[in-house]
């Protein structure tokens, strides 16, 4: 089950949410095609990423910043900028171009500081925007709990597309990685970056939050974007359909 699109589009162009979706997809293709081997993949990995274990003795601050653009691998990348495509032109259009980016970045580095204090003596690199879009997620939860998305789900050889709130499908995310996190699952993701960046992303959102009103901000658009909702009517199939003898 995994999010393919909202039904509010932007007010406005979403510039930096553009700009951040060219850059990581960008940086990605730059060093996973120009990188000779994985031995220089992975230095490269540990230059730019953030290793708990060297932040703690004071080295690669540099990191805390350059770790959210780089990506493990297509399926990595694919799913952060999904998730970021949907979600963040919403909360751009409320703070801001430069407000946006502050407060994508600051989520970020707050993600990897938790990551880096639930296991300072890690010494692998810490990568992936994850941290960053998490807060993202979070601010739009706090925003826009009623906002209608649709959702994929597929079960073996079942596909159908749902409407669901955004509440539902935040909370849900949200209630997996605390319980992936809570179970130490040992499976290379980083979930405290997760629930870091989702929490700080919540918190950061409020005084945005407080400045339209807070309470009455909901009353007003019904827990929603302010804007039109978009209609994704349902074509007809042209597949013939062949009745019951």
Same mark, same amino acid.
């Given at each position: 089950?995994?999010?393919?699109?909202?039904?509010?589009?932007?007010?406005?162009?979403?510039?930096?949410?553009?700009?951040?979706?060219?850059?990581?997809?960008?940086?990605?293709?730059?060093?996973?095609?120009?990188?000779?081997?994985?031995?220089?993949?992975?230095?490269?990995?540990?230059?730019?990423?953030?290793?708990?274990?060297?932040?703690?003795?004071?080295?690669?601050?540099?990191?805390?910043?350059?770790?959210?653009?780089?990506?493990?691998?297509?399926?990595?990348?694919?799913?952060?900028?999904?998730?970021?495509?949907?979600?963040?032109?919403?909360?751009?259009?409320?703070?801001?171009?430069?407000?946006?980016?502050?407060?994508?970045?600051?989520? @970020?580095?707050? !993600?990897?500081?938790?990551? /880096? $204090?639930?296991?300072?003596?890690?010494? *692998?690199?810490?990568? +992936? #925007?994850?941290?960053?879009?998490?807060?993202?997620?979070?601010?739009?939860?706090?925003?826009?709990?009623?906002?209608?998305?649709?959702?994929?789900?597929?079960?073996?050889?079942?596909?159908?597309?749902?409407?669901?709130?955004?509440?539902?499908?935040?909370?849900?995310?949200?209630?997996?990685?605390?319980?992936? @996190?809570?179970? !130490?699952?040992?499976?290379? /993701? $980083?979930?405290?970056?997760?629930?870091? *960046?989702?929490?700080? +992303? #919540?918190?950061?959102?409020?005084?945005?939050?407080?400045?339209?009103?807070?309470?009455?901000?909901?009353?007003?658009?019904?827990?929603?974007?302010?804007?039109?909702?978009?209609?994704?009517?349902?074509?007809?199939?042209?597949?013939?359909?062949?009745?019951?003898?």
């Amino acid at each position: 089950m995994f999010p393919i699109r909202d039904h509010n589009p932007s007010g406005r162009v979403p510039y930096v949410t553009y700009t951040l979706l060219a850059v990581n997809i960008a940086v990605f293709l730059f060093y996973w095609f120009s990188l000779p081997s994985d031995f220089a993949l992975a230095k490269f990995y540990y230059t730019w990423g953030v290793v708990p274990a060297w932040l703690m003795q004071g080295e690669g601050y540099s990191g805390l910043i350059t770790h959210m653009f780089l990506h493990g691998g297509w399926m990595h990348l694919a799913g952060n900028m999904l998730f970021l495509w949907i979600f963040g032109d919403n909360l751009e259009d409320q703070m801001g171009h430069v407000g946006y980016l502050l407060f994508y970045l600051a989520c @970020g580095v707050l !993600a990897a500081l938790l990551q /880096v $204090a639930g296991d300072p003596s890690f010494d *692998g690199p810490l990568i +992936g #925007a994850s941290g960053a879009i998490a807060g993202v997620l979070g601010g739009y939860l706090v925003l826009f709990p009623r906002a209608k998305v649709d959702v994929l789900f597929i079960f073996v050889i079942f596909f159908r597309v749902f409407s669901i709130s955004a509440w539902i499908v935040l909370g849900i995310w949200f209630a997996v990685q605390s319980f992936n @996190g809570y179970a !130490a699952t040992d499976d290379g /993701v $980083a979930y405290l970056a997760h629930i870091g *960046g989702f929490i700080a +992303g #919540a918190v950061l959102v409020l005084p945005v939050l407080m400045r339209r009103g807070g309470a009455g901000f909901w009353a007003r658009n019904q827990g929603k974007p302010p804007h039109p909702a978009a209609e994704y009517p349902v074509t007809p199939s042209r597949i013939p359909r062949v009745p019951r003898r």
